[in-house]
């Protein structure tokens, strides 16, 4: 499974657009990118996943581009509440690698 | 709320305690996991049952017994456990239709809070 690497911790303020790029230069042909949310002392939450291009929910976009050796979590207008751990994951099965995340912290 | 909740949130034991941990999930899903989140480490993947069959177990030690008498329930039976294996144990689900599936998200609970004296 792809090792991915991100920065260990960002800062932002309230109604601001948060970017979280990782990196993972080893991804294999099979293998999906996955970001998981995670609040103190409560389980990951998965809020995106895709395998190239764009990907959009509610929640955030996932921008992955051609060569597939990165990718950006997008958070629009992030708030207090979004202030969390955010997990990317390279995935080929069921079986989540988790990694040690980036400690977001948004300020009002 | 995800639909799977673990009892209890949290537990301090002494090393030569027994006690289980439950984990119950309320969405229908075949395929149930144990993690470990230690302080600073990640997550570690312990025990994967899907339709009730055990289908990984990740090296973890003989003191960790996990039992699945049904898809809603897991339980991580404890036993003679170490101080280092104090930790957040967290359980998830998932649909299981394919073991392989990549599409196939994980649902976790809030975790119990394991200390161990």
């Known amino acids: 499974l792809a090792k991915t690497t991100q920065p260990i911790s960002m800062d932002s303020y309230e109604g601001q657009e948060v970017n979280i790029t990782c990196s993972h230069n080893n991804i294999a042909t099979n293998d999906y990118i996955t970001w998981y949310q995670q609040f103190p002392s409560q389980g990951p939450r998965f809020i995106i996943q895709g395998y190239k291009t764009k990907v959009t929910n509610e929640v955030a976009s996932l921008f992955i581009p051609a060569d597939r050796k990165s990718s950006t979590l997008s958070l629009p207008r992030v708030s207090l509440s979004d202030t969390a751990v955010y997990y990317c994951l390279g995935r080929r099965t069921d079986k989540l690698i988790f990694g040690t995340g980036t400690r977001l912290q948004v300020f009002p | 709320e995800t639909g799977v909740t673990q009892t209890p949130r949290h537990l301090v034991m002494g090393m030569t305690n027994k006690k289980s941990l439950k984990c119950e999930q309320h969405l229908g899903h075949n395929a149930m996991y144990w993690y470990k989140q230690s302080a600073k480490k990640p997550l570690e993947l312990m025990f994967v049952?899907?339709?009730?069959?055990?289908?990984e177990n990740n090296s973890v030690p003989s003191r960790f017994s996990p039992e699945c008498p049904n898809s809603s329930h897991l339980f991580l039976h404890l036993h003679t456990l170490q101080p280092e294996d104090s930790a957040l144990y967290l359980c998830?689900?998932?649909?299981?239709?394919?073991?392989?599936?990549?599409?196939?998200?994980?649902?976790f609970g809030p975790g119990t809070r394991l200390t161990v004296l």
């Open positions: 998830a689900s998932s649909q299981g239709v394919s073991i392989q599936s990549v599409t196939d998200t994980q649902y």
């Open positions: 049952y899907n339709f009730k069959e055990q289908t």
